[in-house]
């Protein structure tokens, strides 16, 4: 909402999630036309080695970066929690993002990780679930209760800023599934086209209603303060936002062993024919954590990830890849509707990857790196004072910030 604008980022919500929709179909379609049940093997019918190894690369890197990503939420949201705990030293060594990085790696998500089976992540998936509520009431509680207290940037409510473009790749990552879409498709019970619609028509309708109601609730909040990491926004004492952060960070976690899986899958099929012994299979998933660990580690900030991942990753394998395999497959008409559907979602996906990349490198999203906002410091700022620019309002932060270590 921020880098397109409040009424555009919606629309564009709306969009993609359609396009999302659209193509997790197609996907499955074209696996139907080719005789293949992953989608590296339809990418490789369709346009042989080459495409095959574009693929490959994509769909490792971008599960591979999300990994990194949720390690850095974790690392950024439970490190507050723990701060909040009586007695404890904020600055204690095992209460920093990097030890909890590591701890959650050894403890959580290198054992669940090492599953072969993707349905015995079945209940963490519902947990997970049931705790995204338990957040989403958090956010939208504290719309109310705090937003009308903090100023709302000049440019808050315009239909359109130019930086939409970064705005869907961040959106493309949040829907992104298509990379474990065929392992999801092949543990449903006697799976066809019909039902795996029907399952995705209603787990979309579900996440973009989640999506909207979050993003609106953080967006009429924060406005143009928003961080990329929307918990980074609230202040530290808050006691709500702090179960908020702990059931954050919990979700985060139980979610990271999806992506693992589908990494591993990438190497499987390409170094290995597809099938990894059980100490193959435990050497590849530790490798591929440690190294996702290292990396967070050094990166603390995570709208850039984001955004890189989706005009990247993301729009080439929701937007550019299914159409391109759809069409080559498929003999229905020109006039078909999935085929010009298709034909307007390759351009379209390859104007936000070009365009996306070079504005996300160019304009990056500013980053806090966990400090307090400005508005977390009453004594120092009028919250009744909605009129200051978002220049003057930035200045005072960073006078904030000198003044609490002088």
Not at 20 to 36: E, N, R, Y
Not at 117 to 137: E, F, P, R
Not at 352 to 381: S, W
């Amino acid at each position: 909402m921020k880098q397109a604008g409040f009424p555009l980022g919606i629309l564009l919500l709306l969009w993609v999630s359609y396009v999302t929709d659209f193509s997790l179909v197609l996907l499955i379609k074209g696996g139907a036309l080719s005789g293949t049940d992953t989608y590296q093997s339809l990418v490789n019918k369709t346009f042989g080695f080459p495409g095959y190894l574009l693929l490959s690369v994509l769909q490792f890197l971008y599960p591979f970066i999300a990994m990194i990503s949720y390690n850095i939420i974790a690392g950024d949201t439970l490190s507050k929690v723990f701060q909040r705990i009586p007695g404890v030293d904020p600055e204690n060594l095992f209460i920093g993002r990097h030890f909890i990085i590591g701890l959650s790696t050894v403890t959580f998500t290198l054992p669940l990780s090492l599953y072969r089976d993707i349905a015995k992540l079945g209940k963490v998936s519902l947990i997970s679930t049931g705790l995204t509520t338990l957040i989403l009431g958090i956010v939208m509680a504290r719309a109310v209760s705090l937003g009308p207290h903090i100023p709302k940037t000049e440019d808050a409510w315009v239909f359109a800023k130019p930086n939409a473009i970064q705005a869907v790749g961040v959106m493309s990552f949040a829907f992104i599934c298509h990379h474990n879409s065929f392992l999801v498709y092949s543990s449903l019970e006697e799976p066809t086209v019909a039902k795996w619609s029907r399952l995705i028509r209603m787990s979309i309708v579900i996440s973009v209603f989640i999506c909207i109601v979050f993003a609106t609730c953080g967006y009429l909040t924060f406005t143009g303060f928003t961080q990329g990491d929307l918990f980074e926004n609230y202040c530290r004492n808050d006691d709500l936002v702090t179960f908020g952060r702990f059931c954050y960070g919990i979700t985060v976690i139980l979610t990271y062993p999806m992506e693992c899986f589908v990494t591993r899958e990438v190497i499987a099929n390409v170094f290995f024919g597809g099938n990894l012994s059980l100490v193959f299979h435990i050497v590849v998933t530790v490798i591929v954590i440690t190294v996702a660990t290292l990396v967070s580690l050094l990166i603390d900030c995570l709208g850039i990830v984001l955004e890189l991942n989706g005009v990247l990753c993301a729009t080439p394998l929701i937007f550019i890849i299914p159409s391109a395999c759809y069409l080559k497959l498929s003999e229905e008409p020109k006039t078909h509707s999935d085929k010009i559907m298709s034909c307007v979602m390759l351009p379209i996906g390859a104007v936000v990857m070009v365009f996306g990349f070079v504005m996300a490198v160019t304009n990056p999203q500013d980053c806090t790196h966990g400090q307090e906002m400005f508005y977390c410091f009453p004594d120092n700022f009028s919250l009744t004072n909605t009129s200051d620019s978002h220049v003057q309002q930035t200045t005072q932060l960073s006078i904030l910030n000198i003044s609490l270590f002088q």
